[in-house]
């Protein structure tokens, strides 16, 4: 009984190590970037569903890149843009785009590094690698 015991103590253990590792909280980094990316196909699901509003389609591109230190202007433009309330989805995606602002400016600013400030590439989605055969 000595080998199962000590086989169950071994199971125990590399449980409890993956959950621990998995409840870790999420570092501001990680936070800003999951958050951006879900703004970003959100957008792109406004954008390409069957029901789009005409104020949808006027709305500022949305594509977000937190290492381009433009991304702030573009969260701004973003909120503030007049179009659109109305609609729930706009509304849910502004409220979104204002936290992550408030994120980036306030309790991340001295963790973030901003790798470019190339505005023009924020207009420009970088497509997915096309994948080969």
Same mark, same amino acid.
């Given at each position: 009984?000595?080998?199962?015991m000590?086989?169950?103590?071994?199971?125990?253990?590399?449980? &409890?190590?993956?959950?621990?590792? &998995?409840?870790?909280?999420?570092?501001?980094?990680s936070? =800003?970037? #999951? +958050?951006?990316?879900?703004?970003? $196909? #959100?957008?792109?699901?406004?954008?390409?569903?069957?029901?789009?509003?005409?104020? =949808?389609?006027?709305? !500022?591109?949305?594509?977000?890149?937190?290492? @381009?230190?433009? =991304?702030?202007?573009? +969260?701004?433009?973003?909120?503030?843009?007049?179009?659109? %309330?109305? +609609?729930?989805?706009?509304?849910?995606?502004?409220?979104?785009?204002? &936290?992550l602002?408030?994120?980036? *400016?306030?309790?991340?600013?001295? %963790?973030?590094?901003? +790798?470019?400030? %190339?505005? @023009?590439?924020? $207009? *420009?989605? *970088? #497509? !997915?690698?096309? $994948?080969? &055969?």
């Amino acid at each position: 009984t000595l080998p199962t015991m000590k086989m169950l103590l071994l199971l125990l253990a590399l449980l &409890s190590t993956a959950l621990l590792a &998995s409840a870790a909280p999420p570092t501001c980094y990680s936070r =800003v970037l #999951s +958050l951006s990316k879900e703004i970003t $196909e #959100s957008f792109q699901e406004l954008q390409t569903s069957k029901t789009v509003d005409s104020c =949808v389609e006027a709305l !500022p591109r949305l594509y977000l890149d937190i290492h @381009n230190y433009c =991304v702030l202007a573009k +969260l701004r433009d973003f909120v503030a843009y007049p179009g659109c %309330d109305r +609609l729930v989805e706009v509304s849910e995606l502004k409220e979104k785009a204002r &936290s992550l602002y408030t994120i980036l *400016i306030s309790y991340c600013r001295r %963790d973030l590094v901003f +790798l470019t400030d %190339d505005c @023009n590439a924020l $207009e *420009i989605p *970088i #497509s !997915p690698p096309i $994948e080969r &055969s």
